[in-house]
T-cell receptor, first 114, second 111 residues
Framework: EPEVTQTPSHQVTQMGQEVILRCVPI?????FYWYRQILGQKVEFLVS????????KSEIFDDQFSVERPDGSNFTLKIRSTKLEDSAMYFC????????????FGQGTRLTVV | GEDVEQSLFLSVREGDSSVINCTYT??????LYWYKQEPGAGLQLLTY?????DMKQDQRLTVLLNKKDKHLSLRIADTQTGDSAIYFC???????????FGKGTMLLVSP
């Protein structure tokens, strides 16, 4: 069964460093998303991406965040100058298309900023 | 605004039925979802229901939707220890492609 894959599963970084979280969405999907879950809190939407551009973003997705689809398969989230409060589980998701289909999530990358 | 609320914890014995409840506030929700998260793992889509339905059954899972009260429930029949996990309710609002999640309900199944 096709699935969304994320790498790495766990990343530890020093405060102020840049990190890139990687995702390979399901191959025929058109919409891609990043969500995050701070420990003990809700899963929160960060950004959605369609047709090589951001289609929606939340208040959390400020200038320190960026997304990119560098090739036909990867979808990345870059966090510049990480802060302690960026420590969270980051989930990538993809949907086949349109607005009324289910989202498939990856296993997540646990980011720990020290 | 929109919010999705769930009770935080449910404990049941193996073999019993579990009912996890969720309330939402946005009447424009089109789809409502249940995701399962096992310890250290990602979000697994269990089932979803379209807002014009009031019930959906899938093997041991039954989803009930009361649109008037904006109340969604997930019933797990014959609960097993492997069902122990956090269950997230999520809604998709009309015109948006993103999901709004609740905080999750931790289900603990004891032998």
């Amino acid at each position: 069964e096709p699935e969304v894959t994320q790498t790495p599963s766990h990343q530890v970084t020093q405060m102020g460093q840049e990190v890139i979280l990687r995702c390979v969405p399901i191959s025929n999907h058109l919409y891609f998303y990043w969500y995050r879950q701070i420990l003990g809190q809700k899963v929160e939407f960060l950004v959605s991406f369609y047709n090589n551009e951001i289609s929606e973003k939340s208040e959390i997705f400020d200038d320190q965040f960026s997304v990119e689809r560098p090739d036909g398969s990867n979808f990345t989230l870059k966090i510049r100058s990480t802060k302690l409060e960026d420590s969270a589980m980051y989930f990538c998701a993809s949907t086949p298309g349109g607005r009324n289909t289910e989202a498939f999530f990856g296993q997540g990358t646990r980011l720990t900023v020290v | 605004g929109e919010d999705v609320e769930q009770s935080l914890f449910l404990s049941v014995r193996e073999g019993d039925s579990s009912v996890i409840n969720c309330t939402y506030t946005d009447s424009s929700s089109t789809y409502l979802y249940w995701y399962k998260q096992e310890p250290g793992a990602g979000l697994q889509l269990l089932t979803y229901i379209f807002s014009n339905m009031d019930m959906k059954q899938d093997q041991r899972l039954t989803v009930l939707l009361n649109k008037k009260d904006k109340h969604l429930s997930l019933r797990i029949a014959d609960t097993q220890t492997g069902d122990s996990a956090i269950y997230f309710c999520a809604e998709k609002r009309k015109g948006y492609s993103t999901l709004t999640f609740g905080k999750g309900t931790m289900l603990l199944v004891s032998p």
